[in-house]
């Protein structure tokens, strides 16, 4: 009679939780969020928390359960960043790891990806040498070096107020800034595009003070400007460069979109500044401006590619772990090859053959920013559309 009532029960309460208003809460699916949050770009990275933050929340869930963004500061340090990204892989569980600001702390983290071995989807890393680095690292959201200079030389190309000018090259002294110099070289050597310096200047990023560099740009004659510079940057070396007079008779075209708050801080001084990107805020397609609004409204801040990029990577790596039905690495990484997302700059697909993505971008310049919701004073103002097959590269 015990033993019958013991079963009883246990059946009973088998039923409780086992009914709705019983039930356990289902585990959350982690995912690992690494984004620079003090130095030199904590806006941006900021801003790159914010984006895979409202995809998240647009998602909602992923295979029935809730997301959880476990988020790390990298500092842009490459061992700090791998260190980080040990914690949150063995002590916190994340099933995937996204975001990365810097080439160089990218690289480091591919190199030991068979040790943490979780997918890896960056939304910023910029060096070509991602493209079929491993099956388990990805490139979503931002153009590549080479689709860079591919956009940057058709724009220089295709405009009369750029394309005849001589150009110096300064860059970041580190893996994407050098990548990026020559690459730009490269291309534009091959298109009769004139260059000063084929060697090309490094500045550290830790410097403040241009005037060094600027007065060897005034000294040399040339009369365009290539640079490739951590976007936080963009616009002071805009600025300072603006006050020595050199934009008087030198434009600057940019290997990377400047950051919105700085060159709100920048003001006039920013106008004139032409780059291939993604995106800007005045790409007005209905998605995009629904997206803009929507950022808007929930951190009151304006919206950056930076944040967009960060969005459609992080769409991109939930879409594929709900298609793969599961957290393993290998399935994950599956779903992740071929995979598109139709987002604020449109389709933007990873290449299956090599795990970097492929979309089209646009030429921009800044300028005085017509009326809009943000109180932006400065517009990345939209001049030039490339389409993706134009930028390559081929998908072998």
């Given at each position: ?304 590619d930076a944040a967009v ?41 990873i290449s299956a053959k ?21 109180g932006a004073k400065v ?18």
């Amino acid at each position: 009679m015990k033993r019958m009532l013991l079963i009883a029960v246990t059946v009973v309460v088998g039923l409780m939780f086992a009914a709705p208003g019983y039930a356990l809460a289902a585990d959350p699916v982690k995912i690992g969020v690494l984004v620079p949050l003090t130095g030199i770009v904590a806006q941006g990275g900021l801003e790159m928390k914010y984006g895979i933050e409202m995809a998240a929340k647009e998602k909602g869930k992923v295979l029935g359960r809730p997301i959880e963004l476990v988020v790390e500061d990298t500092q842009i340090k490459p061992d700090v960043a791998v260190s980080k990204a040990e914690k949150l892989v063995f002590k916190d569980g994340c099933v995937s790891l996204i975001g990365v600001f810097s080439s160089g702390v990218g690289l480091a983290l591919a190199k030991n990806i068979d040790k943490l071995k979780v997918p890896f989807v960056t939304t910023h890393v910029m060096t070509t040498e991602f493209y079929g680095m491993h099956k388990w690292v990805f490139r979503s959201g931002q153009l590549a070096n080479d689709q860079t200079a591919v956009g940057n030389v058709k724009g220089i190309l295709a405009r009369p107020d750029l394309k005849d000018r001589k150009y110096y090259v300064l860059v970041h002294d580190y893996a994407w800034g050098h990548d990026a110099g020559k690459r730009f070289i490269e291309l534009a050597k091959q298109n009769g595009i004139k260059i000063y310096n084929e060697n090309f200047d490094k500045a550290p990023t830790s410097t403040k003070d241009w005037s060094s560099y600027i007065s060897k740009i005034k000294a040399s004659g040339a009369d365009g400007i290539y640079i490739a510079f951590i976007t936080n940057v963009i616009p002071v070396f805009a600025k300072q460069a603006f006050d020595f007079g050199l934009t008087k008779t030198s434009k600057i075209v940019s290997a990377a979109a400047p950051g919105p708050m700085e060159l709100e801080e920048g003001g006039e001084a920013c106008y004139g500044i032409f780059g291939a990107s993604c995106w800007s805020w005045d790409v007005n397609t209905p998605v995009s401006d629904a997206w803009e609004k929507k950022f808007w409204e929930t951190y009151k801040v304006i919206p950056s590619d930076a944040a967009v990029h960060s969005y459609v990577g992080a769409m991109h790596l939930l879409d594929a772990i709900e298609k793969a039905k599961s957290t393993d690495v290998d399935k994950i990484s599956g779903a992740l090859r071929g995979i598109s997302f139709n987002g604020p700059y449109g389709t933007v697909r990873i290449s299956a053959k090599d795990n970097c993505m492929r979309t089209d971008a646009v030429l921009t310049e800044t300028m005085a920013a017509p009326p809009n919701p943000f109180g932006a004073k400065v517009a990345m103002k939209v001049l030039k559309i490339f389409k993706a097959e134009e930028l390559g590269p081929p998908e072998k």
